[in-house]
């Protein structure tokens, strides 16, 4: 639903997988190999994915000050079982948390999220806190106070609910 670029580096990876689900439509992409395929799982790892996934959710729903939208595995817990290593860069001597595996996708967000730690873009990915969307974004805002994912779809329904419930004046 976003109307805004990806996020940038790695938590675009996260953002993409948040986004699998649409819940007002119930639609899954993680349901279909093709849907799978950008994520590089298997159908057998389904079970875990979607568990990482509401994990992420939860989380970026707090980025943006929401409470979680259900009882989740804290994402903490998740990613400290993710296989990573320090990379040192032999040229510049930089360093950053690499996936000590390519392949298992929770090494690669545990990735994902260590760089945007130390990159300061890990608070501004968020969730739509309309509670059908919970959509997530990258909140490019100056202030980062951004509140749904898209002002044309999402803000105009709340803004719409707003007004409607507002008693009318005589």
Same mark, same amino acid.
């Given at each position: 639903?976003?109307?805004? #670029?990806?996020?940038?580096?790695?938590?675009?990876?996260?953002?993409?997988?948040?986004?699998?689900?649409?819940?007002?439509?119930?639609?899954?992409?993680?349901?279909?190999?093709?849907?799978?395929?950008?994520?590089?799982?298997?159908?057998?790892?389904? #079970? !875990?994915?979607?568990?990482?996934?509401?994990?992420?959710?939860a989380v970026c729903l707090a980025h943006a000050g929401h409470p979680p939208h259900?009882?989740?595995?804290?994402?903490? !817990?998740?990613?400290?079982?993710?296989?990573?290593?320090?990379?040192?860069?032999?040229?510049?001597?930089?360093?950053?948390?690499?996936?000590?595996?390519?392949?298992?996708?929770?090494?690669?967000?545990?990735?994902?999220? #260590?760089?945007?730690?130390?990159?300061?873009?890990?608070?501004?990915?968020?969730?739509?806190?309309?509670?059908?969307?919970?959509?997530?974004?990258?909140?490019?805002?100056?202030?980062?106070?951004?509140?749904?994912?898209?002002?044309?779809?999402?803000?105009?329904?709340?803004?719409?609910?707003?007004?409607?419930?507002?008693?009318?004046?005589?």
């Amino acid at each position: 639903m976003s109307e805004s #670029a990806p996020a940038p580096d790695g938590l675009a990876l996260v953002e993409a997988l948040v986004n699998t689900l649409d819940l007002e439509s119930g639609a899954d992409a993680l349901d279909t190999a093709e849907g799978r395929a950008p994520f590089g799982i298997a159908e057998a790892e389904l #079970a !875990e994915v979607r568990e990482l996934r509401e994990s992420l959710r939860a989380v970026c729903l707090a980025h943006a000050g929401h409470p979680p939208h259900r009882a989740v595995t804290p994402l903490g !817990e998740l990613l400290a079982r993710a296989p990573l290593y320090v990379a040192v860069d032999e040229r510049d001597g930089s360093a950053s948390l690499a996936p000590a595996d390519e392949g298992p996708l929770l090494s690669r967000v545990a990735a994902a999220v #260590a760089h945007a730690l130390t990159a300061g873009t890990w608070l501004r990915l968020k969730a739509c806190e309309l509670p059908e969307c919970h959509w997530a974004y990258y909140d490019r805002s100056p202030a980062g106070r951004r509140r749904w994912c898209s002002m044309s779809v999402c803000g105009a329904r709340v803004k719409m609910r707003r007004y409607r419930a507002k008693p009318e004046r005589t």
